[in-house]
T-cell receptor, first 116, second 114 residues
Framework: AQSVTQLGSHVSVSEGALVLLRCNYS??????LFWYVQYPNQGLQLLLK??????LVKGINGFEAEFKKSETSFHLTKPSAHMSDAAEYFC??????????????FGKGTKLSVKP | DAGVIQSPRHEVTEMGQEVTLRCKPI?????LFWYRQTMMRGLELLIY????????DSGMPEDRFSAKMPNASFSTLKIQPSEPRDSAVYFC????????????FGPGTRLTVL
């Protein structure tokens, strides 16, 4: 069965500091991996996704994530946090396994706070 | 494209009343998902459809919940009778058929059951 673990339900950084949000997945087959962001009172919006090819994926708003198969990780980073990055971030995995085509498995989310 | 459209955006009702939430997916998308989000339980998948057919409804909490997709451009999630513990934000999402395709979320319906 697939699963996603996001380490840290809350992360706080100072403006201009590095953002690192951790995501580990469990999958017996090659996964497709996604990061979504949810701003207050809004739906989830895709930040970036890994499907195949280059393991370092760049997304919107300066975020990027690296797929590391050996570590079963897909951590999200941004070199310099901005106040507007304050939101909740969700990691998700999808595989073609067990008839679950199309279904995303979401982590529990990490709420990012950015201090001035 | 207008994106996924949900209505109403906010719903306040009294316990025991029937509630119907509506969703219009993005045109051409084959999958439609209904999620519920609460502080306590996070984001939960309730049910999803492929080509208007329900594929997995194992996340539907009780028989009080039902979902339909009569055609490719419309889906409803109904709660009858509603209870205070149903208070949550309900999201609809849609995507194309491919495994690598993005799931697009609507803005959500905030339901409050008094």
């Amino acid at each position: 069965a697939q699963s996603v673990t996001q380490l840290g339900s809350h992360v706080s950084v100072s403006e201009g500091a590095l953002v690192l949000l951790r995501c580990n997945y469990s999958s017996s087959v090659p996964p497709y991996l996604f990061w979504y962001v949810q701003y207050p009172n809004q739906g989830l919006q895709l930040l970036l996704k890994y499907t195949t090819g280059a393991t370092l994926v760049k997304g919107i708003n300066g975020f990027e994530a690296e797929f590391k198969k050996s570590e079963t990780s897909f951590h999200l980073t941004k070199p310099s946090a901005h106040m507007s990055d304050a939101a909740e971030y969700f990691c998700a995995v999808r595989t073609n396994y067990g008839g679950s085509q199309g279904n995303l498995i979401f982590g529990k989310g990490t709420k990012l706070s950015v201090k001035p | 494209d207008a994106g996924v459209i949900q209505s109403p955006r906010h719903e306040v009702t009294e316990m025991g009343q029937e509630v119907t939430l509506r969703c219009k997916p993005i045109s051409g998308h084959d999958y439609l998902f209904w999620y519920r989000q609460t502080m306590m339980r996070g984001l939960e998948l309730l049910i999803y459809f492929n080509n208007n057919v329900p594929i997995d409804d194992s996340g539907m909490p009780e028989d009080r919940f039902s979902a339909k997709m009569p055609n490719a451009s419309f889906s409803t999630l109904k709660i009858q009778p509603s209870e205070p513990r149903d208070s949550a934000v309900y999201f609809c999402a849609s995507q194309r058929q491919g495994l690598t395709d993005t799931q697009y979320f609507g803005p959500g319906t905030r339901l409050t059951v008094l």
